[in-house]
């Protein structure tokens, strides 16, 4: 079999694009404002098509989730009744917890949070990534006044903030990406920790922050700090309690956080128009 | 490539983007959806050769870096360099091969692609893309992506040739490249 002679010419292309590829990894990881830009514009410019091409294809979605979750809505179903049954255990002790995070917000000074101005916008895509499953697509961005790192709720709570907004669409970080640390409170404690995202249909976790003498409750609701060098407002209910796991080494106690904000089957989504003071924060906060 | 050939590719890898993110990105198998665009990569080396393929590559990894949270340029690195290599191995096998050899040399194709995207990604410190996921992934991923292998293959082989599909064996009119 004679093997054809490549062209010294391919391997220069390929050279030059691999060069690019580089190049282009180098300046968007800082932040090099005319990429973001081009990003965009890009998006932009394919969004009309994205747009018609939804309305063809989000009835097949649509069938396609129906058929393949059904058993998975059967298996949620329990899943939910059986937490109901959990939740009408801890009534008492939560509804204790909703008039001390009554509490905490007047003495935090959060008595305007529900004034916050926010902004409902339609969840449009997930993940278009198989590596990368804690990002939603949101149809509204920098038009509407959407900044990175503004806090996003949906029905119960937290769930994420903005990432990388483009004019009319952004991204959001979801709370459940290990990669997210969000400062919490225990209701009814003064006691701030570290929340991690625990990955894809786990419950959070906190690890840090929380010292064996704080007297935390299953049950107990987590909020946002809203501590000076948070991105999140304060006050946010992010989760309550399923189990504590006291580390007699580092002595502390490991939390174990199930999210109030639903993260599934989500539509709409709320973005808090609160601008963080430090929005370079990345996935800290 | 003359402008119709840009035009065509252009179209293709434009109606796949949008393939890729309004309905794959939506119909999963275990939670894993297709990587058309990876495929096209594949697709695109083979028929265009490795020049075309690196091309094709990049643009096709460009449009979909554009969408996620990793850096841009990740994923035109990585189907840039499928992209060559696989026209390279298409150079070096007969040409006339059966469907199911091409079949197969694309899926391993696209594993590879994916194990790069990784090893990449990592190799920069991206988060969460080498995961607990990372097996599932490759095997679901893969064989999702490998049913549509034979349409990627048909469209890159509109753009790069005339259609030429004549029976069930592979195309004779690959460009000859010096």
């Known amino acids: 079999m004679a093997v054809p002679q490549r062209s010294s010419g391919s391997r220069f292309t390929l050279a030059i694009l691999l060069l690019t590829s580089v190049t282009l990894i180098s300046l968007d990881a800082r932040g090099y404002e005319p990429l973001a830009n081009l990003r965009k514009a890009t998006t932009t410019v394919i969004q009309p098509f994205r747009n018609i091409a939804s309305t063809v294809f989000d009835p097949i979605a649509d069938a396609w989730e129906s058929l393949s979750e059904g058993d998975t809505l059967e298996k949620e179903n329990i899943l939910l009744r059986e937490q109901l049954s959990e939740l009408l255990e801890y009534r008492v002790t939560t509804e204790g917890a909703v008039e001390e995070l009554a509490a905490l917000r007047t003495q935090l000074d959060l008595e305007n949070l529900g004034g916050q101005e926010t902004i409902v916008a339609e969840v449009t895509a997930r993940s278009v990534s198989n590596f990368d499953p804690y990002v939603i697509e949101i149809g509204k961005g920098t038009q509407s006044g959407i900044r990175e790192g503004m806090a996003v709720v949906s029905v119960g709570g937290l769930i994420g903030r903005i990432e990388d907004p483009g004019l009319r669409n952004s991204r959001v970080r979801l709370i459940t990406d290990p990669n997210v640390n969000v400062g919490v409170l225990a209701v009814g404690t003064n006691e701030i920790g570290i929340l991690n995202g625990g990955g894809v249909g786990q419950p959070l976790k906190v690890m840090d922050g929380i010292p064996v003498s704080a007297q935390v409750e299953i049950g107990s609701i987590m909020v946002t700090s809203g501590s000076e060098r948070s991105p999140y407002p304060g006050g946010f209910a992010v989760g309550t309690i399923l189990e504590i796991v006291v580390d007699e080494i580092n002595l502390e106690k490991e939390l174990i956080v199930a999210p109030t904000g639903q993260l599934e089957n989500l539509e709409f989504v709320t973005v808090i128009l609160y601008q963080p003071i430090n929005s370079d924060s990345g996935r800290n906060g | ?178």
């Open chain 2, 1 to 178: 490539m003359t402008f119709l050939r840009v035009a065509k590719a252009a179209t293709v890898l434009l109606v796949l983007l949008i393939l890729q993110l309004e309905l794959f990105a939506s119909i999963r198998f275990f939670g894993v959806m297709p990587e058309i665009m990876l495929g096209a990569a594949v697709a695109s080396g083979w028929h265009g050769g490795a020049t075309e393929g690196a091309v094709m590559g990049f643009i096709s990894g460009f449009l979909i870096d554009l969408y996620l949270a990793s850096p841009i340029g990740l994923s035109a690195l990585t189907y840039a360099l499928i992209g060559y290599l696989l026209g390279i191995i298409s150079e070096l096998i007969a040409e006339d091969v059966e469907r199911i050899v091409r079949t197969v040399i694309s899926l391993i194709g696209i594993v590879l692609g994916l194990v790069t995207f990784v090893l990449f990604g990592e190799l920069i410190a991206e988060p969460n893309l080498y995961n607990k996921n990372f097996g599932k992934i490759l095997v679901v991923g893969g064989l999702y992506t490998g049913l549509f292998i034979p349409v990627l293959h048909f469209l890159m082989e509109w753009v790069f040739h005339q259609s030429n599909f004549r029976n069930n064996q592979i195309a004779m009119a690959r460009p000859q490249r010096n």
